[in-house]
Structure formats: structure tokens, C-alpha cells
């Protein structure tokens, strides 16, 4: 299986930061890599599919980026709603997921 | 607009089968892929397997002994069944539907509903 290894693992920030979340891959996963944001007690949400591509009603702050193996989220200026766990996952061969990265507030 | 909702058992004995679910509203089962993915309490998230074209299905390879997923078209449900729990099994499992986004020849797929998930304990 691809393994897919986000950092960091957890991220402390203020409101208004802007922050990177990286996710690696184990191999090269030819661009077939989605975000996902969670809120505690929620079912994960799509943010971007296929490296860049805002999912609709998903806020234009968050963008994704990256290629081959290395593939970045960014988020321009947090706002409160941002602080949750983000997850990427890739669709190139056995499904699989990043461990997640936690979002907290500073 | 597509909904998901899980149902079955939230309690299930060791070396039992958990069976579980989903109800998909605002989406035809026929067209689309349909999944499910399970969380173990305060971990990640793992793909279980997905079923689409009919009956056609995928498993994630460490499950596939395991489990199987079908459909009932008639009712436009699918369904989960994974035999020999044990505690390891116990997570919150969800229904998705697993979208493909098609250019050039090559279709990317995401999962864009989820259902609200529902926690199955794997216990005596």
C-alpha cells in the first residue's frame, strides 16, 4: 500500500495565520490526492480533490498544491471555523489516508 | 442534494459479524460508487471497500477475508457485513459516496457525502 505521511501532526495557530499542512506519499500518486477537514463528533468533509480543485461551497482560502509525491494545503487566513483535523487520501491505488494533522488554536 | 445514513447493531460480540447499513437518498445506486470507511475512537481513517456497476466490488486488501459489501437496488441501499470481530473492529463506520471526476481519460475520485457515521463497539 502507498503510505501517505501529513506534517506536522498537530499545528497551533492563531486566527488570521496563514498556515501549510504537507502530505507525502510513499510513491508517486500521478495528482490522485484529496483533502478532507473533521470536526470532532463529524464526518470528514471534502475540501480539494485532485491536488487543486475546490470543492463547491468549500471557501477560497483553502488551496491545495503539489506533485509526484509532495503535496501541500494551505489555508491564507484562519478563521475560528478552520481549527479541526485535516486529513489527505489518495485514490491511485489501495485506497488510504494521511494519520491527520490537528489544527489548534494558539 | 445525496444523504447518507448508517444503521445496524451498535454492540457486537467477539467473533460475531457486524452488519451495518446505508440508506442513500438523492443519489441512484446504479450510477455511482458507494463506500465505507471506518475511524477507531481518537485514530485515522481507514477504507474499507466500495461497490459500483451493479455488484461490482473493491476491498482494501487487509479486510477483504472479511467482509463484503452489497446492494439492494430496490430499496437504494448497500450494505456491510464483516465476520470475525474482535475489539480491533470497534470504530465509527461510514457510508460515502466515492465520486469520479473524468478529463483527458483519466477519472480522479474523492469522497464527496458521508453519512454521519455511527459508532460499533466490538465487545462482550
Known amino acids: 500500500d502507498i503510505q501517505m505521511t501529513q506534517s506536522p501532526s498537530t499545528l497551533s495557530a492563531s486566527v488570521g495565520d496563514r498556515v501549510t499542512i504537507t502530505c507525502r506519499a510513499s510513491e508517486n500518486i500521478n495528482g490522485y490526492l484529496n483533502w478532507y477537514q473533521q470536526k470532532p463528533g463529524k464526518a470528514p468533509k471534502l475540501l480539494i480533490h485532485?491536488?487543486?480543485n475546490l470543492q463547491s461551497g468549500v471557501p477560497s482560502r483553502f488551496s491545495g498544491s503539489g506533485s509526484g509525491t509532495d503535496f501541500t494545503l494551505t489555508i491564507s487566513s484562519l478563521q475560528p471555523e478552520d481549527f479541526a483535523t485535516y486529513y489527505c487520501?489518495?485514490?491511485?491505488?489501495?485506497?488510504?489516508f494521511g494519520q491527520g494533522t490537528r489544527l489548534d488554536i494558539k | 442534494q445525496v444523504h447518507l445514513e448508517e444503521s445496524g447493531p451498535r454492540l457486537v460480540r467477539p467473533s460475531e459479524t457486524l452488519s451495518l447499513t446505508c440508506d442513500v437518498s438523492g443519489g441512484s445506486l446504479s450510477i455511482y460508487y458507494w463506500s465505507w470507511i471506518r475511524q477507531p475512537p481518537g485514530k485515522g481513517l481507514e477504507w474499507i471497500g466500495y461497490?459500483?456497476?451493479?455488484?461490482?466490488?473493491k476491498y482494501n486488501p487487509s479486510l477483504k477475508s472479511r467482509v463484503i459489501i452489497s446492494e439492494d437496488t430496490s430499496k437504494n441501499q448497500f450494505s456491510m457485513r464483516l465476520n470475525s470481530a474482535t475489539a480491533a473492529d470497534t470504530a465509527v463506520y461510514y457510508c460515502?459516496?466515492?465520486?469520479?471526476?473524468?478529463?483527458?481519460?483519466?477519472?480522479?475520485?474523492?469522497?464527496?457525502?458521508w453519512g454521519q457515521g455511527t459508532l460499533v463497539t466490538v465487545s462482550s
Open positions: 461497490i459500483y456497476s451493479s455488484g461490482s466490488t
Open positions: 485532485t491536488i487543486s
Open positions: 487520501q489518495q485514490s491511485f491505488t489501495t485506497l488510504t
Open positions: 460515502a459516496r466515492f465520486l469520479g471526476s473524468c478529463s483527458g481519460g483519466q477519472c480522479h475520485y474523492y469522497f464527496d457525502y
